[in-house]
């Protein structure tokens, strides 16, 4: 009975001993890691997403300047960006652009959009003086209604009021005096578009702001019964000098973006007599001083075709995308094979690898972590690429900051 377990016990200790001893081979025949250059599976993993069927995957970002350093690769976020860093416009329109960031950082290319979206300023319409509003439209509501219209006026032509006094550099007054007549006809400014004489509702629309080159016109309430008939009684603002003398908006008058934008609907006996005061702030304070619908961004898409998908199959992986990112090519002797025509377009909805584990191996859907497909579409205050220039002159003066915080 003893001889059989020591019999045992030597022959587990020798199988141990073998494994060990393969063990230690197989790392001994390891190639060594080169230095200088990270391998190909944990570059790929800290430059590309890789989107699987179910989910993707390698979507964190490496930000530590030390995390390769055992392989000599040196991954400082500076050096980097100092050396790739470009933009690139792919589209410019009136209101619209598209361009590429390529070489930074997630965290830099979300920074950019919020400062696009919060903190580049514009002028909007904060305070409204309300004479007369009989519409169905309660004063709040159409105060509202006013402020979220997009002013067109260059915003570094001003000042921010800071609790100053409303003059001619830090603010714009409209007026607005519109009535229905009981029978229909329309009582104030008619201008090209607005609607004919005879109708029983009529409608108000951005086009009806009047820009006041001179201030406000409405007397102030404490100033009204007891001013000298003989002098200029005192208003909401106190303008030294017209707006439309000074020489930058004698070739560029104020007002709305778009005149067609619908303020309010007046019946019959109705009126709306008002001005509206437009000043200078950031959509950080106030959606309305925000100066792009949107302003997004996506990863660059990358699709490979890792095996050749010919024939039926490649008509069937054409059909499938709903945006149309593979062609047919024809490679003769009556073949046709899929390539890859507009990867560009591609929005990741992985249709093309949902079918089975076949196309996920024939095909791979990636995203380039460093490069960042933007798209500005502004209000119409400003133009998009003076937007763009803006928001880079704020990020640089952030930098600047923290700079001299930290020294």
């Known amino acids: 009975m003893s001889s059989s377990n020591e019999n045992t016990t030597s022959s587990s200790g020798s199988e ?11 790392i001994e025949k390891l190639s060594d890691v080169p230095m200088g ?4 599976h944990i570059d790929f993993q800290r430059t590309r997403v890789d989107c699987k069927a179910d989910a993707p995957i390698h979507t964190d970002t490496f930000q530590y300047s030390g995390a390769y350093a055992s392989m000599g690769v040196d991954n400082s976020l500076l050096d980097s960006f100092s050396s790739n860093f470009r933009v690139e416009v792919i589209r410019l329109e009136k209101d619209e652009m598209e361009f590429d960031m390529i070489g930074i950082d997630p965290a830099i290319a979300n920074a950019f959009r919020r400062i696009l979206i919060a903190e580049v300023p514009t002028m909007a319409i904060e305070r409204v003086l309300i004479a007369n509003n009989t519409s169905v439209i309660q004063d709040e509501v159409l105060s509202h209604r006013l402020g979220l219209i997009p002013i067109k006026a260059d915003p570094r032509l001003f000042e921010f009021t800071e609790n100053n006094a409303a003059n001619e550099k830090n603010t714009i007054v409209f007026g607005l005096k519109v009535r229905c007549e009981k029978q229909g006809k329309r009582k104030g400014p008619k201008r090209e578009g607005q609607e004919q004489d005879g109708q029983t509702r009529i409608t108000v629309k951005s086009k009806d702001l009047v820009w006041l080159p001179n201030g406000s016109n409405f007397a102030l309430e404490s100033e009204g019964s007891s001013s000298n008939s003989s002098s200029k009684p005192k208003t909401y603002t106190s303008f030294t000098c017209s707006q439309d003398s000074l020489p930058e908006f004698s070739t560029n008058p104020v007002g709305p973006t778009d005149g067609d934008i619908t303020i309010a609907r007046l019946g019959p006996g109705q009126e709306i007599e008002l001005e509206a005061l437009a000043v ?4 950080k304070t106030h959606a309305k001083w925000s100066p792009v619908a949107p302003a997004w961004y996506r990863m660059l898409p990358e699709v490979i075709i890792l095996k050749d998908i010919e024939d039926e199959l490649a008509e069937k992986l054409v059909a499938t995308c709903p945006v149309k990112v593979f062609d047919i090519e024809d490679i003769g002797n009556g073949k046709k094979r899929a390539t890859v025509a507009r990867p560009r377009k591609c929005t990741l909805c992985r249709e093309c690898i949902r079918e089975g584990k076949g196309w996920e191996d024939s095909l791979s859907l990636r995203r380039v972590k460093d490069h960042f497909i933007f798209t500005i579409e502004s209000t119409g205050v400003l133009p998009p690429e003076v937007l763009f220039t803006e928001a880079v002159k704020i990020l640089q003066d952030k930098c600047e900051r923290a700079i001299t915080d930290l020294c």
């Open 280 to 283: 200078k702030g950031i959509g």
């Open 37 to 40: 250059k990270l391998p190909p």
């Open 16 to 26: 141990q001993s073998d494994s060990g001893n393969d063990t230690l081979d197989f």
